[in-house]
């Protein structure tokens, strides 16, 4: 099967707590053969007393979850039968699981070791953000910033000297998007809901605070969630965080 250009690999970079990356990123010697995404939509099942069995109210759509699986193989056979590293891998994997084209008395130079520890990297403790590095993974159409939340790592096959020559590493992530960015960018009206908003000339606080939630006494809080020290002149082309109306504090 021909194909048209260059194959694109799927790249991850580590990223800081800024979002700046760090160190190099990993492209991916075999690209998988697709991934999976999933969305959880979150309802509050509590009802009241006498409330006629009312449907569950909706809560929020909660940060995807994906899973990727990456084949490391270090036998030769791609190089052997010609494969495009872009076939599907699962039915690959099946039907090579037993075969070892070479074998290297060298162990160093027959083996996955290197490129598997670069993986095991993103599950490392990072004592200045106290956790691991947040991920961003670019494939094709897919841009998604995540944490890691499981790696699983299935040795296949090993060299004589005992060193494994192929691998499937499955990555199980959370997308990590802001949630406060996450819910503004669907740019709902209801006053529930996180809105980003940008000043335009002209505009002024409470002007904003009564577009959004239909009362310009709200004013104050937007100022405290944007940390707004001299919130009388707005800069145009800013923009502001306007979050969910806290219902107690607002009766």
Known sequence: MAFLGELEKMIISKLDQDGAPQGEPIEVLINPDGYKESYTVEYNDDQQNNSGG??????????????FKLLFDSTGIFDVVGLNLADTLS?????????IPFQDDEAENNNIVEEVEKI?????????IHKPYELQINWGALELKCILTKLEIDYKLFNPQGFPIR???????????????????????SPDLTHIRTVKEGDT???????????????????RANNLLNFRNLTPGTELIFPPLDKTQSA
């Open 120 to 128: 095991k990297e993103f599950v490392v403790y990072q004592g200045d």
């Open 205 to 223: 606080l409470p002007l904003m605070a009564y577009r959004i939630y239909g009362n310009s006494k709200y004013y104050l809080e937007v100022a």
């Open 167 to 189: 691998a499937l590493a499955t990555l199980t992530c959370k997308q990590s998007t802001s949630e406060v960015l996450r819910l503004a960018k669907e740019k709902k009206s």
């Open 91 to 99: 039915s690959i994997a099946a039907d090579i699981s037993g075969f």
């Open 54 to 67: 009312q449907a569950p109210k909706f809560v929020k759509v909660k940060p995807g979850d994906y899973s």
